[in-house]
């Protein structure tokens, strides 16, 4: 019954591959989202699909390109990983985009995270 | 950019004793929310308070929120072991939640 699940957990891979993760979230929410959490444990926006349309693309390396074939699902795809890549990467949901209407259902659900670790 | 930031960055208590963290941001917001991330997980909500309320309780936690000074606290009493984690205020701007770094909140037995 988990409600927002990632694979994998865990990946270790070397410079220069290509690698995917995956999301999947059982709650019935339109928003879906990917982060990045640093080694100092700051978060930060990657990008946000509401009803599998892309919102938000922060400036993020096109290397990195998310897919969303469903509202239940975000995928990232990370093209030719460097050093740098390394971190925590989060997938969240809510219900509502975040719109000024400052309700609950802006509340973000997140999944367990991917710990990538590039050599 | 950094939205909210929290103080202090650290912070190491008494099992019994209250916690406070401040968190302040930089412009206007809807609402502003509370997640804990325990080592090793992903973060989870604890509370959100919108623009027009001033203090809002959940059980041992207690938000309050002075937009005047761009600023929110959470209180949690009473502190307890599992409440050793990572506590992230996050505030709305562009249709997305921005974060600070986080108060790291150690409770010793």
């Known amino acids: 019954d988990t409600a927002v699940s990632q694979t994998p957990k865990y990946l270790v891979t070397q410079m220069g591959n290509d690698k995917s993760i995956k999301c999947e979230q059982n709650l019935g929410h339109d928003t879906m989202y990917w982060y990045k959490q640093d080694s100092k444990k700051f978060l930060k926006i990657m990008f946000s699909?509401?009803?599998?349309?892309?919102?938000i693309n922060e400036t993020v390396p096109n290397r990195f390109s998310p897919k969303s074939p469903d509202k239940a699902h975000l995928n990232l795809h990370i093209n030719s990983l460097e050093l740098g890549d390394s971190a925590v990467y989060f997938c969240?949901?809510?219900?509502?985009?975040?719109?000024f209407g400052g309700g609950q259902g802006e509340t973000q659900y997140f999944g367990p995270g991917t710990r990538l670790l590039v050599l | 950019s950094q939205q909210g930031e929290e103080d202090p960055q650290a912070l190491s208590i008494q099992e019994g004793e209250n916690a406070t963290m401040n968190c302040s941001y930089k412009t206007s917001i809807n609402n502003l929310q509370w997640y804990r991330q325990n080592s090793g997980r992903g973060l989870v909500h604890l509370i959100l308070i919108r623009s027009n309320e001033r203090e809002k309780h959940s059980g041992r936690l207690r938000v309050t929120l002075d937009t005047s000074k761009k600023s929110s606290s959470l209180l949690i009493t009473a502190s307890r072991a599992a409440d050793t984690a990572s506590y992230f205020c996050?505030?709305?701007?562009?249709?997305?939640?921005?974060w600070g770094a986080g108060t790291k909140l150690i409770i010793k037995p």
């Open positions: 996050a505030t709305g701007s562009n249709y997305q939640l921005i």
């Open positions: 969240a949901s809510s219900q509502d985009l975040y719109s």
């Open positions: 699909y509401n009803n599998k349309e892309l919102i």
